[in-house]
C-alpha cells in the first residue's frame, strides 16, 4: 500500500526555520516525482517545490527561491523540506505527493498533510 506521511510542521517565529520530512512507504521515492505542496486558508493549492524523476527537472516557486530546499534520504525513503528565514506568509498546511510516472503531470498519492504556522 501506497503510503506517504508528512511530519516536522509547528510553529515558528518569523526568519525561523522547520524541516519537514516526507516518509514513503509501499514504494521506491527514487522512481517518482515528488511534490511538496501547500495550502493556506481561503487560497488554493499551489506547488512548493517540485523534482521529476524522469529528467531530474526541478521547479521552485518563485516566493521560495533562496529559501526553501529538498533533499532526500534514499535509505530512509524520504524526502525533506528545509524550510529557511519562513515568513508568515508561508503559513499553510504543506503537503507531499508522489506520481508515479516520474513526470509530476499527475499526482496520484498524497500525505495527511503537516501544518506550518509562521506567527510572533
Known amino acids: 500500500q501506497v503510503q506517504l506521511v508528512e511530519s516536522g510542521g509547528g510553529l515558528v517565529q518569523p526568519g525561523g526555520s522547520l524541516r519537514l520530512s516526507c516518509a514513503a512507504s509501499g514504494f521506491t521515492l527514487d522512481y517518482y516525482a515528488i511534490g511538496w505542496f501547500r495550502q493556506a486558508p481561503g487560497k488554493e493549492r499551489e506547488g512548493v517545490f517540485t523534482?521529476?524523476?524522469?529528467?531530474?527537472?526541478?521547479y521552485y516557486a518563485d516566493s521560495v527561491k533562496g529559501r526553501f530546499t529538498i533533499s532526500r534520504d534514499n535509505a530512509k525513503n524520504t524526502v525533506y523540506l528545509q524550510m529557511n528565514s519562513l515568513k508568515p506568509e508561508d503559513t499553510a498546511v504543506y503537503y507531499c505527493?508522489?506520481?508515479?510516472?516520474?513526470?509530476?503531470?499527475?499526482?496520484?498519492?498524497w500525505g495527511q498533510g503537516t501544518q506550518v504556522t509562521v506567527s510572533s
Open positions: 505527493a508522489a506520481d508515479p510516472r516520474g513526470t509530476g503531470a499527475e499526482w496520484d498519492y
Open positions: 523534482i521529476s524523476s524522469s529528467d531530474g527537472s526541478t
